[in-house]
Nanobody, 126 residues
């Protein structure tokens, strides 16, 4: 059974940085696109970033472009999200996800991802 576990969340002041990690066990990793999503209180889950299975291509939401960097280490079945210049609007639960095998190409839609972690809280104070 595929399991994803996020870590690295926490409380940080505005302008600070955090690095999230997500480890996948129980299933294949390197042939899949991986993504990060976030969900703020009383809001829908939204796309943050995605990375292709070889790591050569990435995609970012406009709101995080230039501040966040997604990367992966296929030898460790782990995907990362480096976050810099954080602001209070980045406060949310952050989830990593594996794109469904039937989905071809990039997707920013949560329904196109079929394996999810439990999430890690990121709180940015002003």
């Amino acid at each position: 059974q595929v399991k994803l576990v996020e870590s690295g969340g926490g409380l940080v002041e505005a302008g600070g940085s955090l690095r999230l990690s997500c480890a996948l066990t129980g299933g294949p990793f390197e042939e899949y696109t991986l993504g990060w999503f976030r969900q703020a209180p009383e809001k829908e889950r939204t796309f943050v970033a995605a990375i292709s299975w070889l790591g050569g291509a990435t995609d970012y939401a406009d709101s995080v472009e230039g501040r966040f960097t997604i990367s992966r280490d296929n030898s460790k079945n782990t995907v990362f999200l480096q976050m810099k210049a954080l602001n209070p609007e980045d406060t949310a639960i952050y989830y990593c996800a594996r794109q469904a095998s039937w989905r071809r190409g990039w997707s920013r839609i949560p329904a196109h991802y079929d394996a999810w972690g439990q999430g890690t809280q990121v709180t940015v104070s002003s």
